[in-house]
T-cell receptor, first 113, second 116 residues
């Protein structure tokens, strides 16, 4: 079975641009969570979606948005990129909103120049 | 203030040696505590998960212990291998009825380097 898949794996953007990151959860998982991990730090929670609805939001500006599709895949969008947005963006899926093991994807490495 | 503190920040050991990583937390009450292994540039992979009532949990050469009274956990790695070089992250989940995964509190990680 495929694990959590994320795309792209690496990308480089310039300040002011926008980016879309994609995540496909493990088959049967209905919850997708997004995390930002800056080098040398632990992951910071951005969003959780369950059954296509936002169920949690971290302390991130409105430039960050996300959505979940009927097939439970998800997109994370970041507008007006800043240098500080450079990070590894992790997607994690679980069966339930609050239950089940949390499985992480390999991440999307975003570099903002 | 980060409610999950890990020590040491980094650690270098020789292949074959044992090591212990520490995690102190203030999250209370908590539902479970997890240890993840994260290779450089990769996503975290779960090693162990313990509820507040468990004292120890093993996964091969990895053994996690938990003292809920002192709010401390440790991860012991036996007979280290080069492939153990990674960041090890302690994650605590609060117990607040229906808490979403957004409430998980991550430590900053301990970077372990195993030298031949």
């Amino acid at each position: 079975d495929a694990g959590v898949t994320q795309s792209p794996t690496h990308l480089i953007k310039t300040r002011g641009q926008h980016v879309t990151l994609r995540c496909s959860p493990i088959s049967g998982h209905k919850s997708v969570s997004w995390y930002q991990q800056v080098l040398g730090q632990g992951p910071q929670f951005i969003f959780q979606y369950y059954e296509k609805e936002e169920r949690g939001r971290g302390n991130f500006p409105d430039r960050f948005s996300a959505r979940q599709f009927p097939n439970y895949s998800s997109e994370l969008n970041v507008n007006a990129l800043l240098l500080g947005d450079s990070a590894l963006y992790l997607c994690a899926s679980s069966q339930g909103q609050n239950t089940g093991e949390l499985f992480f994807g390999e991440g999307s490495r975003l570099t903002v120049l | 203030k980060n409610q999950v503190e890990q020590s040491p920040q980094s650690l270098i050991i020789l292949e074959g040696k044992n090591c212990t990583l520490q995690c102190n937390y203030t999250v209370s009450p908590f539902s479970n505590l997890r240890w993840y292994k994260q290779d450089t540039g990769r996503g975290p992979v779960s090693l162990t998960i313990m509820t507040f009532s468990e004292n120890t949990k093993s996964n091969g050469r990895y053994t996690a212990t938990l003292d809920a009274d002192t709010k401390q956990s440790s991860l012991h790695i036996t007979a280290s291998q080069l492939s153990d070089s990674a960041s090890y992250i302690c994650v605590v989940r609060p117990n607040r009825g229906g808490t979403s995964y957004g409430k998980l509190t991550f430590g900053q990680g301990t970077i372990l380097t195993v030298h031949p």
